[in-house]
């Protein structure tokens, strides 16, 4: 694999994460060390069992909360999401602004930022329409382009089967490849949990694991060619909420798609 491969699939916060839990791990920063410095359960597994054994936790969720950022790209998921392919939460695009997203079965709402707005409509064009839909959910369904490929990111399914390559099925004997090695205990978020870490192709990968109860993979992050990417996964298997808004709090998705009309036409009049 090249370095500039390399550097793409460890940079996308997303794909670290499932090639990491799948085989490779991903690195980074960890916090700061436990004092009672025990691994519990885990004391008698191998790394690539540990490994092994959070992906089993991983593929059987039925819905949890994603968190991804990578120094690549600018782009950050906040989604609590489900094996129906319900979520609600957050995705940035840094300065092109941020969306809140809310979606049931095939219906979608997405709540754009002022920056939102005005990246994609010039001028007082993109300040007139902030000021004007700043507390309205657009909404429409999968079926609609722009709806459909925001949603995308809401389908835990997808991500798990992502999870499992076709070669490396999670079927409880050790997976193979490389040697996973375990790091030193640490907590994240007030967790305890073990690393297991794997440096291979220039690539430093670390896979954070929980200690206590269930063997919860709960942080993934990779370093490869001074980039960085990191996934937080937590919730497991707490409902995703099901409000959704309401209809005087909501507009169509074709005034986006208007306005985006009306501001090409009269660029290229």
């Known amino acids: 694999m090249t370095s500039r491969r390399r550097a793409a699939t460890a940079t996308a916060a997303l794909t670290c994460g499932v090639a990491l839990i799948a085989g490779p791990a991903c690195s980074g920063a960890a ?20 490994s092994d054994d959070s992906l089993h ?43 809140e997203l809310v979606k049931r079965g095939n219906q979608v709402w997405m709540k754009p930022d002022a920056a939102f707005w005005k990246s994609q409509l ?34 835990l399914r997808a991500f ?16 193979p490849g490389p040697t996973l090695t375990k790091g030193r205990p640490t907590t994240h978020e007030g967790t305890r949990v073990l690393p297991v870490v794997k440096k291979a192709q220039g690539a430093v990968e670390t896979l954070y694991v929980a200690i206590d109860g269930k063997h919860y993979p709960l942080k993934l992050t990779a370093e490869v060619d001074h980039q960085t990417g ?13 409000k959704t808004p309401a209809p005087g709090d909501t507009a169509d998705i074709s005034v986006l798609e208007d306005a985006l009309r009306g501001s090409q036409g009269s660029q290229s009049a």
């Not at 009672?36 to 540990?50: C, P, R, W």
């Not at 007139?128 to 490929?149: I, Q, S, W």
């Not at 499992?164 to 409880?172: H, R, T």
């Not at 990191?230 to 099901?242: E, F, G, K, R």
């Open 31 to 50: 916090a700061a060390e436990d004092p009672d410095g025990g691994e519990g359960d885990l004391a008698n597994k191998s790394a690539q069992q540990i």
């Open 57 to 99: 936790q991983l593929v059987a969720a039925k819905s949890l909360r994603l968190r991804t950022q990578t120094s690549a790209d600018p782009t950050k998921l906040d989604l609590t999401l489900d094996r129906a392919g319900n979520c609600t939460g957050a995705i940035s695009k840094g300065e092109l602004g941020r969306v």
């Open 122 to 155: 010039p001028g007082n064009e993109g300040r007139d329409a902030a000021e004007k839909y700043k507390d309205t959910f657009l909404h429409g369904t999968t079926k609609n382009a722009f709806l459909g490929n925001l949603s995308a990111a809401c389908d």
């Open 160 to 175: 798990q089967k992502s999870a499992v390559p076709p070669e490396n099925p999670p079927s409880g004997a050790p997976s």
């Open 230 to 242: 990191t996934i937080l996964l937590s919730n497991y298997d707490t409902p995703v909420a099901t």
